[in-house]
């Protein structure tokens, strides 16, 4: 069995692909169909553990989620995590295989595009339908050459295009028809259709808009899609999704502080979070002040450790955090967070930067961290130190110990996980997806004042799917995207 597939490319980044791929395979495996997501290179710090002992990007495993698919390694074959002067962390196929400067990766595409095709046509047998994200913009023809994320995937393996463009932002017309104008005609001629997404208003005044561009390019209309105010609700996967402050909420009766850190990844552990009604989040940035009237201090993790240690201190977060504490007010670490908690963070074999780099810790836990060149990437499943039980997922390199972890934060499979002051108040934990957890985060708003959550967290990212999935059938030709793929 052969798969038939479309890709979706965007006039440019944050345009709505990953939202409208995880909608349509939704939408797709509602009508009966086996589909699966593939995005051939992607660039982020929020990743996943796939069922295949790998990582992949946030959005693509929302996508599978979407298609209710196990997570693959196959599913984002080349993954590249920005950390601090080393350039990009370089993924593929879920390993990690070095580190590479921009100008270098440019040279090391047309090597991946094997492998890429490898990981696709793996997807394909197994699969009815493949919906392929692009990356950034198609009309990047600067990179074209060795493209591995947008045209030259396409053209190598003969995958139809449809084109996004993002009306919000203005100039919806100019960008779609723009596309065309600068791309090699070859490769124009992969593009078969349009989106018009993130429209708000009468749908009747953009009707001529839609003539106008189909005129222009000669590309068939797929619709006009609704801005879809529920997105929020999703595991966002740009690191730009943190530059919008949440609203205020007026029955919030806790509230946590983020200092937003420059190499900040897998924050989708605040979504559950956020989607407390008691809750407040606060989202700190160098050069503000960590509230005073914090219940508690989060430190998410990393991409690169030491860099980002460096970053707290310079912009005055550690004496905010340690004031926090003779407050006598918690702070919780997760991975990257937890390790600049400790004593120091050392880097004995360059896996971040110059090797023998070892950066003084906020000393807050009396542990210490060695950076190791082996990835630790593992589903687990336990109970915290109260009792109360958990499941997530790690993803780190290094290796943490010390006199603080004889009290652990939890326990997997019996052995000790993390580490808790003697104090009691400062916690470190290498688990992510620990806020999901509805019971281990009722267990902690009761801690900080609140009550038990009434949130069905991961029901809810179910919900919201459905949602999606419906807006994308109103809204969009799903009949006229099965005709296009192939």
Known sequence: MTARALMFQGTGSDV?????????????????????????????????????????????????????????????????????????????????????????????????????????????????????????????????????????????????????????????????????LVLDAADAAMIRGFIVNRFRGDPALFAEGMRMIEGFTGWSPIGLLPHFTDAVRLPAEDALALNSAPAEKAGARIRIAVPLLPHVSNFDDLDPLDAEPQVQLVRVRPGEVLPADADLILLLGSKATIADLRALKSAGFDIDIAVHVRRGRPVLGLCGGYQMLGQSVGDPDGIEGPAGAVETGLGLLDVATRLTGEKHLVAVAGETSDGTSFAGYEMHVGETDGPDRARPFGRIDGTREGAISASGLVSGTYVHGLFSNDRQRSAWLKRLGGTSSRLDYEQGVEEVLDRLAAHMEKHLDLDGLLTLAR
């Open 16 to 180: 709505g692909k990953s939202l409208i791929v995880a909608g349509l395979a939704r939408a797709f495996t509602l009508r009966g169909l086996r589909v699966v997501p593939f995005k051939p290179q992607n660039m982020s710090n929020n990743a996943a553990v796939t069922a295949d002992g790998g990582e992949i990007g946030r959005a693509q495993a929302l996508q599978a989620r979407a298609a209710r698919v196990p997570l693959s390694v196959h599913m984002n074959p080349v993954l590249l995590k920005p950390q601090s002067d080393v350039g990009a962390q370089l993924v593929v196929q879920g390993k990690v295989e070095g580190n590479a400067k921009a100008a270098e990766y440019q040279q090391m595409k047309a090597g991946l595009m094997p492998r890429v095709l490898d990981s696709f046509e793996r997807l394909r047998s197994q699969a009815d339908l493949v919906l392929v994200e692009g990356a950034g913009s198609a009309s990047e023809i600067n990179l074209r050459r060795n493209d591995i994320a947008n045209m030259g995937f396409a053209r190598a393996a003969d995958v139809p295009v449809v084109l996004i463009g993002d009306i919000d932002r203005g100039g919806v017309i100019a960008s779609i028809a723009g596309t065309k």
